[in-house]
């Protein structure tokens, strides 16, 4: 059974900065993710890293701003969110996928919540 926990999310204000962590158990895990989705809303790809941490992917809207990074040793993946905007706020989830960076991806997170403040 394939279990991922979010955390770091919280409150800032625009321009600051957040780190979120998404630790993984159960088994082993190929490319992770995170996304990101607001009430009523798509949800929409942020980023991505492979196995090895050797490639990633950003979302144009983030991509400047935030760094994924992983620590395969912890089973942790983490994103970076610097210059944070209004816009950013919504519930963020983790995730891993079998398949290419872009998905389809098939175990999520609870999600945590950051919300930034103008």
């Known amino acids: 059974q394939v279990q991922l926990v979010e955390s770091g999310g919280g409150l800032v204000q625009a321009g600051g900065s957040l780190r979120l962590s998404c630790t993984a158990s159960?088994?082993?895990?190929?490319?992770m993710g995170w996304f990101r989705q607001a009430p009523g809303k798509e949800r929409e790809f942020v980023a991505a890293i492979s196995r090895s941490g050797g490639a990633t992917d950003y979302a144009d809207s983030v991509r400047g701003r935030f760094t994924i990074s992983r620590d395969n040793a912890k089973n942790t993946m983490y994103l970076q969110m610097n210059s944070l905007k209004v816009e950013d706020t919504t519930v963020y989830y983790c995730a891993t996928t079998p398949s290419s960076l872009r998905g389809p991806y098939n175990y999520w997170g609870q999600g945590t919540q950051v919300t930034v403040s103008s």
């Open positions: 159960g088994r082993t895990f190929s490319n």
